[in-house]
């Protein structure tokens, strides 16, 4: 899926932007690209995965990946070439996402998570959700979880978290 991978590559600019609403950079990491090109290739096996790209001549300045769940359009992470920052490039894709979604028949659009900036243009109606971990009671997922704790609070090396873990093996219903 090379249109997952220059999704990528595109967020990540977005991502070191300066001089505005700091975003970081999500897959920053070899294994999160590979786990958002895993997710992707599966679910379009499935017809739902939805990528958006705002294209200028032959160039790519804006793109969101989003997900058809039932009615609604999920979004999921977006970014955009800085350089057309100022013409506003990922409202006008997200303008045309909106207008893909009425004409499609979604009775929803759903922007994730999160409240920033740039959705509060939209007057959305924000759900708040809680948020919980269960554990395996094995010794593994017990480490896991501790290394995972370590490394989100800056206390472990990422690079070192990578080299100690390995991939899961995913079952995707």
């Known amino acids: 899926m090379g ?9 990540a600019s977005r991502a070191n932007l300066t001089g505005t609403v700091k ?19 599966r679910l379009a096996r499935r017809g739902v995965v ?4 705002l294209a200028i001549g032959q160039e790519v300045v804006a793109s969101r990946i989003g997900f058809a769940v039932g009615n609604s359009l999920y979004l999921y992470f977006s970014g955009f070439d800085p ?14 996402i909106i207008k893909h979604a009425i004409a499609q028949g979604y009775s929803t659009v759903n922007m994730s998570p999160g409240k920033d900036i740039s959705k509060s ?3 959305p109606r924000e759900i708040r959700f809680a948020q919980a971990t ?3 009671v094995s010794l593994r997922s017990r480490l896991a979880w501790t290394m995972y704790r ?9 690079a070192a978290l990578e080299r100690l873990s390995r991939p899961a093996k ?3 219903i």
């Open 3 to 11: 249109a997952v991978r220059s999704r990528a590559r595109i967020h």
């Open 23 to 41: 975003h970081p950079d999500r897959f920053a990491s070899a294994v999160a690209r590979r786990f958002l090109r895993e997710v992707c290739e």
């Open 50 to 53: 939805r990528i958006f790209e």
């Open 83 to 96: 350089r057309w920052s100022k013409y506003s490039v990922m409202t006008t894709t997200l303008v045309e």
């Open 121 to 123: 243009r939209w007057d």
């Open 134 to 136: 269960q554990l395996s």
């Open 150 to 158: 370590h490394a989100k609070s800056g206390g472990f090396p990422r």
């Open 170 to 172: 995913r079952q995707w």
